[in-house]
Nanobody
Framework: QVHLVESGGELVQIGDSLRLSCAAS????????MGWFRQAPGKEREFVAV?????QYADSVKGRFTISRDSAKNTVYLQMNSLKPEDTAVYYC????????????????WGQGTQVTVSS
């Protein structure tokens, strides 16, 4: 497994932008499939984005969020623009095991999460 640490979550206003970071351990980070998920209060955790083949996104964030990675820093990012109250959630990064999969069962390592709150 891989140790993952998210950061960057905070309280923002509607329409603001925010960038989350996820630092990963391991010497082969460039080979990892990295993804972001989120869990809103009272809801199940859901897929947000995965850094594979230019990026795959949930429909709810497509066009607003961008996933990227810096292999020199062993870090994956989630740039979030035009934030909405419904984006309020704990955001988790995770390492995937299956190319192209967005299923949580196909991710084996998870960070502790970082809270994003979008205030109206």
């Amino acid at each position: 497994q891989v140790h993952l640490v998210e950061s960057g979550g905070e309280l923002v206003q509607i329409g603001d932008s925010l960038r989350l970071s996820c630092a990963a351990s391991g010497r082969t980070f460039s080979t990892y499939i990295m993804g972001w998920f989120r869990q809103a209060p009272g809801k199940e955790r859901e897929f947000v984005a995965v850094a594979w083949s230019g990026g795959q996104y949930a429909d709810s964030v497509k066009g607003r969020f961008t996933i990227s990675r810096d292999s020199a820093k062993n870090t994956v990012y989630l740039q979030m623009n035009s934030l909405k109250p419904e984006d309020t959630a704990v955001y988790y990064c995770a390492r995937g095991l299956v190319i192209g999969s967005t299923r949580q069962a196909d991710f084996d390592s998870w960070g502790q999460g970082t809270q994003v709150t979008v205030s109206s």
